[in-house]
């Protein structure tokens, strides 16, 4: 856990800082603002569950979102090859970096999962997937796009199966 948390800190970056100070900023201010109507109560409670409200969903939102207009990329899947003689699948896909910002690395990851045939538990079972492999790819400078071929193995799975390709690139 510890080790997550010092990951995520080392990987804010300048708008990340301006994002966070500007919520707290603006948390503090309601805070505030309640605390001075508090003889009002229900504007005070207003302002000061507001002021929660904003500082929780706001810093989880606009981080999001903020990363996906920054860092966006197009990962489209080309083709799938599962091998004869070894017990592996090849994946061929391209990353486009459509932002604009050169990307320092991204992580490729492929999933492969299983087909039931009925929507419900198709969407279930892209929670669990059977097997899940991930590279990465360093310096995608803007508008570049790379093939890239990512091996799943030791794939076992024999019945019907689906795989996707995503990436999420910094």
Known sequence: MNSMINTFIDELIIYDYILFSVIFALFILLFILGLILRKKATKAIVL?????????VGS????????????????SFISQKKLTFSQAVVVYA???????????????????????????????????????????????????ERELKIILEPFTYSNDYNISVEATCR
């Open 48 to 56: 000061i569950s507001l002021a929660f409200f904003i500082l929780l």
């Open 60 to 75: 989880t939102l606009g981080y999001s979102k903020m990363h996906e207009y920054l860092f966006s990329n197009v990962t």
């Open 94 to 144: 391209t990353v486009k970096n459509n932002s604009n910002f050169d990307f320092v690395n991204c992580k490729i990851s492929a999933s492969a999962y299983k087909v039931s045939g009925n929507s419900i538990k198709d969407y279930i079972f892209t929670f669990k997937p059977l097997m899940k492999m991930s590279i990465l790819e360093y310096d995608i400078l803007k508008g570049e």
